[in-house]
């Protein structure tokens, strides 16, 4: 079993919709959990992390965490095109490596 | 957020060559930075652990003799691939955690090799 889990889309969404991305990972001692966002040829950057159970809110940005059934979520409200980007999901585990999952690819239609 | 550069930001060599890769953290002390490498379209696969003034923990399949990491400084660590292959062509990238931070990474632009 691969240790964070995404769809890896494409997901395409039309412009000012709701954008959903899920995440599950294994490792039940996991403490922090990440979204970055990545264009095509850059590095990563930090969207939203969250380490308690239940929904934080920044912005566009929700992102939701449910510990018990290992899974984490990112909604990204009123979508733009600026949007479209690869989305990793990264875990903190129990034994302090992060560790990324394959990416979401998402596609927002103009 | 902390910051973290890394130079070059893209190096073409021949193969055979060694290419050092330099990951500096601007505004704050890192005792671990990690590097990570990324194929295209795949997500980052962690390498290794740097640390300072130590040995760096390389992951389980990464030749610890081929990408030689050092973490001579707070601020300073190399990544330095030896002999490099076409195979060897990637996205590297590397990171770190400001102590006085909550826990998430920071990263640096990233290098792309590419091995003639």
């Known amino acids: 079993q691969k240790e964070v889990e995404q769809n890896s889309g494409p997901l395409s969404v039309p412009e000012g919709a709701i954008a959903s991305l899920n995440c599950t990972y294994s490792?039940?001692?996991?403490?922090?959990f990440f979204w970055y966002r990545q264009y095509s040829g850059k590095s990563p950057e930090l969207i939203m992390f969250?380490?308690?159970?239940g929904d934080k809110e920044d912005g566009r940005f929700t992102a939701q965490l449910n510990k018990a059934s290992q899974y984490v979520s990112l909604l990204i409200r009123d979508s733009q095109p600026s949007d479209s980007a690869t989305y990793l999901c990264?875990?903190?585990?129990?034994?302090?490596?992060?560790?990324f999952g394959p990416g979401t690819s998402l596609s927002v239609i103009p | 957020g902390a910051v973290v550069s890394q130079h070059p930001s893209w190096v073409i060599c021949k193969s055979g060559t060694s290419v050092k890769i330099e990951c500096r953290s601007l505004d704050f002390q890192a005792t671990t930075m990690f590097w990570y490498r990324q194929f295209p379209k795949q997500s980052l696969m962690l390498m290794a652990t740097s640390n300072e003034g130590s040995k760096a923990t390389y992951e389980q399949g990464v030749e610890k003799d081929k990408f030689l990491i050092n973490h001579a400084s707070l601020t300073l660590s190399t990544l330095t691939v030896t002999s490099a292959h076409p195979e060897d062509s990637s996205f590297y990238i590397c990171?770190?955690?400001?102590?006085?931070?909550?826990?998430?990474?920071?990263f640096g632009e990233g290098s792309r090799l590419t091995v003639l």
């Open positions: 969250i380490y308690s159970n």
């Open positions: 990171s770190a955690r400001d102590p006085d931070s909550t826990g998430e990474l920071f």
């Open positions: 490792d039940r001692g996991s403490q922090s």
């Open positions: 990264a875990v903190r585990a129990s034994y302090d490596k992060v560790i």
